[in-house]
């Protein structure tokens, strides 16, 4: 949408024999669909928790007061944003334009402006690492906010290896296929694209009417599934792009798309408040899983496919029986939307929960009790990744704070805070290959940054994107980086250990020349 353009008010959305989505709120900070920094809660009429009319964490405000009820008419508002013609503003401003302040704000934002430039001075850019306390006995962190010395980055820039371009519009998803050899884009230009490692587009998939908003392998890699904001589910021919099955039943945005592992059913969760369930070969919905109260934004399987996780704008995550499609348990306690969920790997033991209340919380991936709660983060967390390794379980959050944050993964006790970024961290992910473990960030300063993830600190920046990198992966047993950004491009990065090293120290004097300039 055009930065300070009408926001859609209401979606004629809700759970299967239930009244419309007719409240939406407006919260500053997350991307969906384009918006500049928007997010919508939505409920169904009448159903909203009270917590919810609260004002929503500050900020500048966006297109309307952060935490105001609208209310409106959805007919001619989305649609034609998302799949018509945009205006000259749109096609000119990116996804992540601030919004235009009233002039009270410009007023005493340029007096404050005009002080810092009168008083700046220059600084060397460095990744800090603050170190948190263990949790306690009820799993909550106390952090200790001591900030350890900090270290020098590797020079950044742009050294990828390939991009891939072709995409008209943002990128807003990207993945690898299971054996490593081909990766997916989805975009805002309504198409999804299949790429080798060369950057060659080797597919393009036509056919959603707007936005394709998320994507996932079949574990055969043979075929991709799709969702996307005309409310609708593809499943294509990886290999040619065609169209195997064009899968309808969502009355919204489908927002979220998972392939079961082992199996040819995929899950769907969508702004209707449903999950639905598919098989694959023919695409029919076999199941819909009713329960939320809310828009729908993660579905993920358990490694072996037995239960389906889904996380929701009513603040709950639900555990469901795949084979019966029986909720199993419903995991309550956040005060914020739900915007992320993980799996554990191996049996999925436990399962983590990202919310715009600060926090990460574990739950038991069987009863739904909570096992650890994360906390320490100073805005809203954006996503979640589990990491394994022989000593512990660890996690990595992503927050609109700018900092990546590593949590013990069963404790909650805080290992490392990370930061370097300048502006949100929209998505983490863990190297799985080599016998160091290194953890990725991309965020809304359209950077890519690498950690060691034992250390905490940054051993490598990369630039290049023109836009916020919304989705970072790494390929299987590989040191392959695939980036996803609002610029439209797709990218990949070879992270190599022998590289991933402290920078050369520099010599006594020039260090003390570097003292001095910082003091300048």
């Known amino acids: 949408y055009p930065p300070g353009g009408f926001v859609p008010a209401a979606f004629p959305h809700g759970a299967v024999g239930g009244p419309p989505m007719a409240h939406v709120m407006v919260m500053p900070g997350m991307p969906m669909y384009g918006m500049p920094g928007q997010m919508f809660m939505g409920y169904p009429q009448g159903q909203a928790p009270a917590a919810a009319a609260a004002p929503a964490p500050a900020g500048p405000p966006q297109s309307g007061p952060a935490g105001a009820w609208h209310q409106g008419s959805h007919a001619g508002t989305l649609g034609g944003q998302m799949g018509g013609s945009t205006s000259a503003a749109s096609q000119q401003q990116p996804m992540f334009a601030a919004q235009p302040e009233p002039p009270a704000q410009r007023k005493d934002a340029a007096a404050a402006s005009q002080s810092q430039t009168a008083d700046a001075k220059p600084t060397h850019t460095a990744a800090t690492v603050e170190a948190a306390t263990p949790a306690t006995s009820s799993g909550l962190l106390a952090s200790a906010g001591t900030q350890l010395a900090s270290t020098t980055e590797v020079p950044g820039g742009d050294r990828s290896l390939t991009t891939c371009s072709g995409h008209a519009r943002g990128v807003t998803a990207a993945s690898w296929s299971p054996a490593g050899g081909l990766l997916a884009s989805a975009s805002q230009d309504g198409t999804a694209k299949i790429w080798d490692k060369t950057g060659a587009c080797c597919a393009t998939c036509s056919g959603h009417k707007g936005v394709v908003v998320c994507i996932s392998w079949a574990s055969t890699g043979d075929r991709l599934a799709t969702g996307g904001a005309d409310g609708l589910m593809f499943i294509w021919q990886a290999s040619s792009g065609s169209t195997l099955a064009r899968c309808q039943g969502h009355s919204g945005q489908v927002r979220c798309v998972a392939w079961a592992p082992h199996e040819d059913t995929i899950a769907s969760g ?122 512990r379980p660890r996690l990595a959050t992503a927050s609109h704070d700018g900092a990546v944050r590593i949590f013990d993964g069963v404790s909650g006790a805080g290992m490392s805070k990370c930061v370097g970024h300048a502006g949100a961290v929209y998505s983490v992910a863990w190297s799985t290959a080599g016998a160091r473990s290194w953890l990725a960030s991309g965020g809304q300063d359209a950077t890519i940054r690498i950690w060691d993830s034992m250390s905490g600190r940054c051993v490598a920046v990369h630039s290049g994107h023109r836009g916020p990198v919304l989705c970072v992966r790494f390929s299987n047993n590989e040191n392959l980086l695939l980036t996803g950004s609002d610029d439209g491009k797709v990218k990949l990065w070879l992270v190599e250990e022998p590289s991933l090293q402290r920078a050369p120290k520099k010599s006594k004097r020039r260090r003390t020349s570097d003292s001095k300039v910082g003091e300048m």
């Open 270 to 391: 969508s702004l209707d408040g449903t999950i639905r369930l598919w098989d694959a070969k023919t695409g029919k919905c076999s199941h819909t899983l009713v329960g939320h109260q809310g828009f729908v934004y993660s579905v993920a399987w358990t490694s072996d496919g037995d239960r389906l996780a889904s996380g929701s704008v009513d603040r709950t995550a639900r555990i469901w029986d795949a084979q019966s499609a029986e909720l199993l348990a419903t995991c309550s306690g956040h005060a914020g939307p739900i915007c992320s969920l993980d799996w554990s790997p191996g049996e999925g033991t436990w399962l983590v929960t990202a919310s715009h209340d600060k926090t990460a919380r574990v739950w038991n991936g069987m009863t739904g009790a909570r096992v650890a709660t994360c906390v320490g983060q100073a805005s809203r967390v954006y996503a979640v990744a589990w990491r394994t390794d022989p000593h």
